[in-house]
């Protein structure tokens, strides 16, 4: 059975929210926060396994984020399980997962200090696959609206 | 002389990043033209930015990056229309600001003077952000504040310089 919070965990927020579903309660700001937060904490993991400074410098900015949410308020959601494969990849199949609850977020989260750190992690998030997709050899600005879809 | 990297770009020098600084301290206040709760006159200023960058990135010879400007800008098009508000027609411009001094950029400078404007255009949507009040609209600004920041990635020689 699929639950509310792991839609929203898996950055489906917006089918909360959004038209058709009107109905359905909006979840609180914590729970939301907290999609990108669980994401962002296993980010802070996924990086740490990446070789040289690129590595430790993203670390440091997941770690970060999860800090800035959790003073946010955001109750975390269960970790979203670790994507098996090369370290890059994986890392980059979470960025993606973080950047897409991030956009759930900043349509629906009420509080305005809220919206702006969902979109701030967002905004880091999408140069953070950008250095990825770099590394990867593959085009580090796919489409003009990154949102953490896979091209 | 300029360099080009793997990724087609033009590395930064000192030199050229210390001009980039200059023109962020010398840049408009972030935010400017947003107008707090005023949806269709913070969009109409932010259209006006992307078309103004779209059109500086062409000048530029950056095809690339305008190309994904006038993207931005065709996504905000049709939102000011469904405010009520008739979008401007898409003219050229008289640039100013960071977006003219892209345009007649050259050489060394031309990619300082992009990250500039991007650096500019990444404030912008941060400060607009709060004058939004339909959700859907707030996410496309921040997917197109996202897009900025990655064209920062890629104008940097170093991306995790890019790096807030």
Not at chain 1, 15 to 33: K, N, R, S, T
Not at chain 1, 54 to 73: D, P
Not at chain 1, 107 to 119: F, I, K, Q, Y
Request: charged share 20%.
């Amino acid at each position: 059975m699929i639950t509310r919070r792991a839609l929203v965990a898996a950055g489906a927020g917006v089918l909360l929210a959004g038209c058709g579903a009107e109905a359905e309660p909006v979840p609180p700001d914590a729970e939301l926060l907290g999609a990108v937060l669980a994401a962002e904490r296993a980010l802070a993991g996924a990086y740490a396994l990446l070789e040289g400074r690129t590595g430790g410098v993203l670390a440091a900015r997941a770690r970060s984020h999860a800090a800035r949410l959790e003073q946010a308020g955001a109750d975390p959601a269960p970790a979203p399980a670790s994507p098996a494969g090369e370290p890059l990849e994986a890392a980059l199949a979470l960025q993606r997962r973080s950047m897409a609850a991030c956009v759930s977020a900043v349509g629906v989260v009420r509080s305005p200090a809220g919206r702006t750190l969902a979109a701030d992690v967002l905004t880091a998030g999408a140069q953070h696959a950008a250095i990825l997709l770099t590394r990867l050899g593959r085009d580090p600005v796919p489409t003009a609206f990154p949102r953490g879809q896979a091209p | 002389m300029s360099h080009r990297d793997p990724r087609g770009l033009t590395p930064v020098s000192r030199r050229g990043a210390l001009a980039a600084a200059a023109g962020l301290l010398l840049a408009r206040p972030a935010g400017a033209g947003a107008q707090d709760g005023d949806p269709a006159g913070t969009l109409r200023a932010l259209l006006a930015r992307e078309e103004a960058s779209a059109q500086a990135y062409r000048s530029a010879g950056m095809a690339r990056l305008a190309g994904q400007e006038a993207e931005h800008a065709r996504a905000l098009r049709p939102q000011l229309e469904a405010l009520g508000q008739p979008a401007p027609p898409a003219s050229r411009r008289t640039l100013a600001g960071a977006a003219q001094r892209l345009a007649t950029a050259a050489g060394d400078d031309r990619d300082p003077a992009a990250i500039a404007l991007e650096r500019e255009l990444v404030k912008a949507y941060r400060a607009a952000l709060g004058s939004l009040d339909d959700p859907a609209l707030r996410r496309t600004a921040a997917t197109i504040m996202a897009s900025h920041a990655q064209h920062l990635v890629v104008l940097h020689r170093d991306p995790l310089r890019a790096l807030g």
